[in-house]
Each structure stands twice: as structure tokens, then as C-alpha cells.
């Protein structure tokens, strides 16, 4: 059974998601329960899959072949079926998602009590991490495509899910036309490559992309597409109304599939196109789009009102310092300070990821105590909702990169690479960070502390099946806060070391050297 | 020249959905145009496919004389093509969908004034 | 909406019975002719649109359900991943019927055939799942985004 894991992780959601209909129609608790049971199992295969990468190197997997390690048919000499291959990088975005859906699904379970269509929700969600899961294992220029698309309409079905609001329908349609649009540019490329190469297979293509038009044309189409989906500016401006108005176990997956798309940018420069492209204004172009990204992320965070919005532009941010990193890894080449960009740009995600998971799960909490997001109607809060406020300041100092936190290590990798490139990007981060802590501390002072509003006497924590959730991510944030080198090392040292090989990717499909 | 007849209208297909999602003011326009995008990116794709004088790729149902690999047309692209518009009906179904569902909610649908979520 | 006159409605009913049967034979001939689940499948519900459009929403509403159509959906999506699941035993997706001799087993001949329908193994099945999927998913997309015409038409005004 071990060997089919590959094809496992993605069965399991997908068979989830298409019998929550009939299960539905069961009972809502055995609903629920059905729900919790897979999600675990999900989490399970993931972890084991992970460990499995771990000790024995990439995984293959071939859909429909006699052997699942069989990438090239004996008759032919290059790779035609759909192929899974997970490495280093794989399995640790494998862990942020799972990490992400786990904590979304066990959040979910108490905060929807009375809604209709529950089932498609659970549907939908299942199939959003089948999407997020797919793109993140699949060795396959279209199937990534697929992927890319199920997850984007299954996010976008879920963030205009509470229909009675009309904000959610507005950033509902505002991702799925943002995303279809990038998702066809990503078709064109594909096309374009498909064209050129006869070939879908990512190691095959990283194999024979030479440094042609075409292949610059497609590298820009993808990145464009790419970028668009992670969030970066100038096309930022649907990631603060999706997170900020879907239900917090939506946003978290939506940010598993933000995070996700800065993978596919991950694979796609540094496996298929790095060694044998030569744009030279790219990695420039890449640096200075993400130093805008996070200006317009700390500045766009100080003059909002609502909680979510803040957290959400935070949120822009922090995708720009991940950025940073991988324009900083551009410019000198996988080698030397650029290896030590790329490290924290892929910590980064992990970090940011769970630091802003916890951020939306603190806002759920405080909006269902209280019914209200707008900062200027809260306040005084840490008096009645102690646990809130405590998680929340974790998050908070994990967010702007405090020291005792986990997102002080990754963003430490990254100002001590750009310092390497150069002082002045190093220290437009640091500001950019401080201010980001000054404007948390605001937030943070005007939601939880100050004088008690009479109207919200009543607020109270949420009950403890929520909280573990919430628990487990401050947990998690304070681990790799104290014990950086153990994430380092376990984790995120693979997935450099995988992208550093690009040509361990290719002659594992291809064979070969 | 006449090959390359497809690629322009490619080309157009691109500009005009482009240029319909960018500057129309009317939901169901832009809806329009992300559909037109999606149809010049797939005509693109079955394009690439075409070979002259070739046949369809059905092995049990060729004409006498077919030589087998040569003229036969590239079955990859139009199964490309084809998940392309599979995918393509789901996200025209959910966008009308939720543009149902503002109409419902706004009574307009001009994308200037549906702007709730500004900054 | 005015009824729609004598004429649609009798071009419907004829009409309907052929395109019914092309589609179905568009989703069974998968896999020896253009077409397969997908396409057959929109076939049928296009068939079954028309009749929403001749003969209003009010009749088919009541003899279909939107709950109904998404528990054969389901069942149709079902299907297609437990075909997929049984090829386990070498792979995802393994075509586990093709050449065994069993239902749609059967090896085709080599060479200009007018095609067999007993062959391809899994692949009928799977069409046959999609076409299911398919025919709920894209009629359950027509009938509510109809029901929505209707109703705000009435509160408009």
C-alpha cells in the first residue's frame, strides 16, 4: 500500500468530497464525524508520505501504468502517462496545506452550526485540498493546470458560499475571474511549450528548454500567472477582499492555495527554466515588485477599519518578503547568500502560513463572540475572551517577525541575504516589518485592550473544540520560534536541496544523468 | 500565410477577451470576455494539433492506405483542448451564478458601482 | 414569459427522442468514436434543456428535483473514482478490464474495423460515470440558474 500513496492523498479528498452529498443525507453528526475521520486519515497519508520522501528521495507515481514507478513506457523512450513526483519541496508544501486544512476543518466543525448546504460545503473544502494537494505533487505541466483550476473555482465557490452577504459574492467572482484569467495565461504557456517540445512532463521539459523566444515568452506568461494567483502586486488587490471576506476556515485555505501558487513559481523557475534561461532584467523586475508589494502591504494595513482587512494586508505583506527571497535567490544564483535567500523564502512560507492562519482564527473568534470586525466598535475585549488575546499577541509577534517567534528565523535568513545583495533592500524589509509591528500593537490595543464597551459584556471565548485549533498553530509558532534549526534541517533543507538538484528531477523520470 | 490564419485569429480572440475584461463596466461583459480569452487559448491548443490532410486518430476506423503515425492528427491537443472546455463550463456555471446572485443583491450589474470592498 | 407556442412544443417532442438517443450513443461509443462522457452528456442535457425551454420550469420542476440531480451526480463522480481506486492493484487509474475477458475485455482486432464495442476495458464504465455526472451537473446548472430568471422576473416589477 505504500507505494500508492501519491495517488492516496488525492482519492481520499476527492472520494470525500463526492459522497458528503449522501452522507449528508444521512445526519448532520455523522456528517461532521465523517468529515473529522477523513481529514485525519488525509493527514495521515500526508505525514507518511512525507516521512516516505524523506528517507528514500523522490517518489514517482505513474497513473494507469502496470508499476507505479514505470515513467516511460518500454515501447517508447519518453514519459506520455501523467506522473506524480514529489520531492523535497513537494513534501514540505505536502505539510503546510495539511497543516492548514486540518486546523480549517477542525475549526469549521463548531463555528457552522445552522447553515444550509453544509454538505456542498464540506464538498467544496474537500475538493479545494484535493486542488491545493494536486498541484503541489503533480509532475505534469497540464495536470498542474487542472489542478490550479479545480482549486480556484472550488476557492471561489467557497468564498461567495454565505450568499447573504453581498461582500463575499463580490470577492468571490473578484478571485475566479483573476484566477481563471492567470489560469489560462499558465494554458498558453503550456500550449506554447507543448508546441515547442512535444512535451508535458516537467522533467522532460526542464530537459530540453533552451533559451529560445518562445521559452521566454512562456516563462513570462507563467510568472505573470503565478504571481497573479500568489497575490503579488500590482494584481494584489483581490487577496485582501478574499481573506477578508470568506468564514476563517475558508481564508485558511485559501492562503494553503496562495501558498501553493508561490510553489508552482518555485518549481517553475528554479526546476524548468532557471539553469537554461537567461532574461536579465527578471530577477530585478522580481525584487522590486515584491519591495512594492510589501510597501503597499504595511501602508494598505495602517488605514483599515476592519479587523480582517488589516490581518489580510498583512497578509499581502508577508507574500512579498517570500518574494523577496526568491528574487534574492534569482539574482545570485541557488549557490552561497542565494541559498540562504531561498532557505528563508521556503520557511517563510511554512511560517507565514501558520501565523496567518492563527491571525483569521483569532478574527473568527472575535467576530463570533461578538459579532462585529469593525476595530472602532470593539474594544477591551482580553478581560472576557483571555485565551483570544493571548493567541492573538502570539500571532502578532510571529507575524512581524519578533525574535522569540518563528517568523523572526525565516525573515532573519532573508534580511541577512538581501544585506548580502544589497544594504538598502534589507533595510526597506526591516522598516517595512517594524511598521508592520507598530500597526499590529494598534490593533492589537484597540480590539483587546482599552476601556470595556458595555455592548460586548457578553463576549466569552469560543468553545474549546475551536480552540485546540488555535492552540495547536500557537503551539506550532512557538516551536519554530525556539527551534529554528530543527525545522531548518528536518524540513526546509530538503526542499532547498531538491530545487538546488534540478537535474536529480529530470533523470528521475528520464533516467540517466 | 493562409497556416498561419488561425494563430491571428488566436491572437485576436486574446486581445478582444483581454480588452473585454480590462475596460468593460458590465459583469456579464467581462464574463463574456474571460469566455473569449478561454476560446482563443483553445483554438491555440487545437491548433497546435492540426496536420494537413491528416485523420482523425480513431485506429480501428482509418481509410485504406493511412500511414499510422504520419497522417494521423495529434490526439494530445484536443484531449487538452477538450478538459480545457470541461473546465471552462465550470467557471462560466460559477460565475453566472454569483452574478446572479449580486444582481440579486444590488440590482446593477456595473462592476463601478458594485464596489463595496474598496482599499 | 408568454407560452411559448404550438410549434416550439411540437418541434420539441419531436426533436427530443433523437437527440436523447444521440447523446446516450455519444456517452456508450466513447471509446471507439469522437465523444465520450462529457460530450454525450451535454448532449442529453441539452436535450432535456430544450424541454425546460418548451414546456416552462413549473412542469419539470416537479418531476425533477435539484437533490435528486446532485445524489445521481454524486453517484456518477463515484463511480468514476472507484473505477480509478480498483486499478489499485498495479495503479491509480490502472486499466484493470482491458484484454481480461470480462465485461468490455476483449482485445480488438488489429487492422480497419468498423469497432467493437466489447473492448477498452475501463473506459466505457468511466464514460458512462461522466456521462451520469455530467447529465445531473449541467441540467442542475440550467434548472436552478432558469428558476433564478423566473423568480426575478416576478419581483421586479
Not at chain 1, 492523498?9 to 463526492?18: G, K, N, S, V
Not at chain 2, 483581454?18 to 456579464?28: R, W
Not at chain 2, 494521423?72 to 463550463?89: E, K
Request: glycine share 8%; aromatic share 10%; charged share 10%.
Amino acid at each position: 500500500m505504500i507505494q500508492h500513496l501519491p495517488a492516496l492523498i488525492i482519492a481520499l479528498p476527492l472520494l470525500t468530497a463526492f459522497l458528503m452529498p449522501l452522507i449528508g443525507r444521512i445526519s448532520p453528526t455523522f456528517r461532521k464525524l465523517f468529515a473529522f475521520i477523513m481529514i485525519f486519515l488525509v493527514a495521515i497519508i500526508g505525514i507518511l508520505l512525507v516521512h516516505e520522501v524523506h528517507s528514500k528521495g523522490i517518489i514517482l507515481y505513474t497513473f494507469g501504468a502496470p508499476q507505479p514507478g514505470e515513467t516511460t513506457p518500454s515501447s517508447l523512450k519518453i514519459p506520455v502517462r501523467i506522473i506524480f513526483e514529489i520531492d523535497g519541496l513537494g513534501a514540505f508544501m505536502v505539510i503546510v496545506s495539511i497543516i492548514l486544512a486540518f486546523t480549517a476543518m477542525f475549526y469549521a466543525l463548531p463555528y457552522f452550526k445552522e447553515e444550509r448546504g453544509l454538505d456542498r460545503f464540506y464538498a467544496l473544502l474537500f475538493l479545494l485540498l484535493a486542488g491545493i494537494l494536486g498541484m503541489e505533487l503533480t509532475g505534469d505541466m497540464f495536470n498542474f493546470f487542472v489542478f490550479l483550476e479545480i482549486a480556484s473555482i472550488s476557492a471561489s465557490a467557497l468564498i461567495a458560499f454565505c450568499i447573504d452577504r453581498s461582500e463575499t459574492l463580490e470577492a468571490g467572482i473578484k478571485y475566479l475571474a483573476i484566477s481563471s484569467i492567470g489560469a489560462l495565461f499558465f494554458l498558453l504557456s503550456v500550449g506554447l511549450l507543448y508546441g515547442e517540445y512535444d512535451a508535458l512532463n516537467m522533467a522532460m521539459l526542464a530537459k530540453s528548454i533552451s533559451n529560445t523566444f518562445i521559452d521566454k515568452m512562456a516563462l513570462i506568461l507563467i510568472l505573470g500567472a503565478l504571481l497573479m494567483k500568489a497575490g503579488i502586486a500590482p494584481m494584489h488587490m483581490w487577496l485582501p477582499d478574499a481573506y477578508a471576506e470568506a468564514s476563517p476556515p475558508v481564508t485558511l485555505c485559501v492562503i494553503a492555495a496562495t501558498q501553493a501558487s508561490m510553489y508552482g513559481l518555485l518549481r517553475m523557475i528554479f526546476t524548468i527554466f532557471h539553469p537554461s534561461i537567461d532574461i536579465a532584467f527578471l530577477p530585478a523586475l522580481i525584487i522590486a515588485l515584491s519591495l512594492i508589494t510589501i510597501g503597499i502591504g504595511a501602508t494598505m494595513t495602517l488605514i483599515q477599519n476592519r479587523l480582517t482587512r488589516a490581518i489580510a494586508f498583512a497578509g499581502v505583506a508577508e507574500m512579498g518578503y517570500i518574494l523577496l527571497g526568491v528574487g534574492t535567490a534569482m539574482y545570485a544564483g541557488i549557490k552561497g547568500y542565494g541559498e540562504v535567500a531561498l532557505e528563508g523564502a521556503i520557511f517563510h512560507v511554512l511560517n507565514d502560513a501558520i501565523d496567518m492562519g492563527l491571525l483569521f482564527l483569532v478574527a473568527g473568534s472575535v467576530y463570533l463572540a461578538t459579532r462585529e470586525l469593525d476595530m472602532n466598535n470593539l474594544g477591551g475585549l482580553a478581560r472576557r475572551m483571555r485565551f483570544t488575546a493571548i493567541t492573538f499577541l502570539i500571532a502578532l509577534l510571529a507575524s512581524s517577525g519578533m525574535p522569540p517567534m518563528n517568523g523572526f528565523a525565516s525573515k532573519l535568513l532573508i534580511y541577512e541575504s538581501t544585506y548580502a545583495l544589497n544594504p538598502i533592500l534589507s533595510i526597506i524589509a526591516i522598516l517595512a516589518s517594524i511598521l508592520m509591528l507598530a500597526i499590529f500593537v494598534r490593533i492589537f490595543y484597540s480590539v483587546f485592550l482599552g476601556p470595556e464597551l458595555p455592548n460586548l459584556r457578553d463576549a466569552r471565548d469560543p468553545p474549546v473544540l475551536m480552540l485546540i485549533p488555535m492552540l495547536i498553530l500557537s503551539i506550532l509558532i512557538i516551536f519554530l520560534g525556539i527551534f529554528p534549526s530543527y525545522a531548518i534541517d528536518k524540513l526546509v533543507d530538503p526542499a532547498v536541496r531538491s530545487l538546488i538538484d534540478a537535474k536529480g528531477y529530470v533523470s528521475a523520470v528520464i533516467g540517466g544523468g | 500565410m493562409i497556416q498561419n490564419l488561425p494563430y491571428i485569429a488566436v491572437a485576436l480572440l486574446i486581445i478582444i477577451g483581454l480588452y473585454a475584461t480590462i475596460f468593460k463596466k458590465n459583469l456579464i461583459k467581462i464574463i463574456m470576455g474571460i469566455t473569449i480569452l478561454e476560446s482563443g487559448v483553445n483554438l491555440f491548443l487545437i491548433t497546435l494539433g492540426y496536420r494537413k490532410g491528416a485523420v482523425a486518430p480513431i485506429y480501428t476506423n482509418l481509410p485504406e492506405g493511412t500511414k499510422v503515425p504520419q497522417s494521423l492528427t495529434f490526439p494530445v491537443p484536443q484531449a487538452l483542448t477538450l478538459t480545457s472546455i470541461v473546465i471552462g463550463v465550470a467557471v462560466l456555471a460559477l460565475m453566472l451564478a454569483i452574478a446572479v446572485q449580486i444582481y440579486r443583491k444590488y440590482r446593477t450589474l456595473d462592476v463601478t458601482k458594485i464596489r463595496r470592498l474598496r482599499g | 414569459m408568454s407560452e411559448p407556442s404550438k410549434i416550439v412544443k411540437t418541434i420539441a417532442s419531436i426533436i427530443f427522442p433523437p437527440t436523447m438517443v444521440f447523446g446516450i450513443y455519444v456517452i456508450l461509443h466513447g471509446h471507439l468514436t469522437p465523444g465520450g462522457g462529457f460530450q454525450g452528456g451535454a448532449v442529453v442535457a441539452s436535450a432535456i434543456t430544450l424541454l425546460l425551454v418548451a414546456f416552462g420550469t413549473a412542469e419539470i420542476a416537479r418531476r425533477l428535483k435539484e437533490s435528486h440531480l446532485s445524489v445521481i451526480e454524486s453517484i456518477g463522480a463515484l463511480g468514476f473514482i472507484s473505477l480509478a481506486l480498483l486499478g489499485l492493484t498495479a495503479t491509480f487509474f490502472y486499466n484493470f478490464l482491458a484484454g481480461s475477458g470480462f465485461i468490455f475485455g476483449r482485445i480488438p482486432p488489429f487492422g480497419s474495423n468498423p469497432g467493437d464495442m466489447n473492448t477498452a476495458g475501463t473506459l466505457p464504465l468511466m464514460n458512462i460515470s461522466v456521462g451520469l455526472k455530467v447529465i445531473a451537473g449541467l441540467f442542475a446548472v440550467v434548472l436552478v440558474l432558469a428558476f433564478v430568471a423566473r423568480s426575478k422576473g416576478g419581483g421586479k416589477r
